[in-house]
């Protein structure tokens, strides 16, 4: 009888460690600051839905915070205009992508910005379906290009 009790309770834990293989369960932990060429791998990860969240951003000072989102198997690269210093950057930020035939959406995280005209910060939203190399080339170019940051300067990586 006990023979059959500790088999049955070595069954169910098997049974339960089997199926709980959900994404929030394999979790793949990230550096919490990265140089532009790491980007790569921390974008390999968010491919594999590796991460908490469908998304990370790298960020130098907090204005040029660039999110990185995997939604509905397609990518993006948001940019989230929460402060009034962001607001230089982005008819900059706009020119380069119109420039890369990138098309911008304009939407929002809801999130409120630190400034009056608007209730929710805007998102400018580009769309990036390619594949881990080319968002890495797009990001690093916008932040030589647009924010003026040097190849070799330290990212906070931000969830």
Not at 21 to 30: F, G, L, P, R
Request: net charge negative; proline share 3%.
């Amino acid at each position: 009888m006990e023979v059959y009790l500790v088999f049955g309770v070595i069954i169910i834990i098997f049974i339960f460690l089997f199926f709980r293989k959900d994404k929030n369960q394999i979790q793949t932990s990230v550096p919490q600051s990265i140089k532009i060429s790491e980007l790569k791998n921390i974008l390999m990860i968010l491919q594999k839905g590796d991460l908490t969240d469908n998304f990370f951003g790298i960020t130098t000072n907090g204005d040029d915070c660039l999110y990185f989102v995997k939604e509905n198997g397609r990518n993006y690269i948001d940019y989230e205009v929460i402060s009034t210093e962001q607001k230089k950057y982005v008819e900059e930020l706009s020119k380069f992508y119109e420039k890369q035939g990138l098309k911008i959406v304009k939407t929002t995280y809801g999130n409120a910005p630190s400034y009056d005209e608007t209730k929710e910060a805007p998102v400018y939203r580009i769309e990036v379906n390619s594949n881990v190399e080319e968002i890495e080339k797009i990001a690093r170019e916008v932040y030589q290009k647009v924010f003026q940051i040097k190849e070799d300067f330290e990212f906070e990586v931000v969830p």
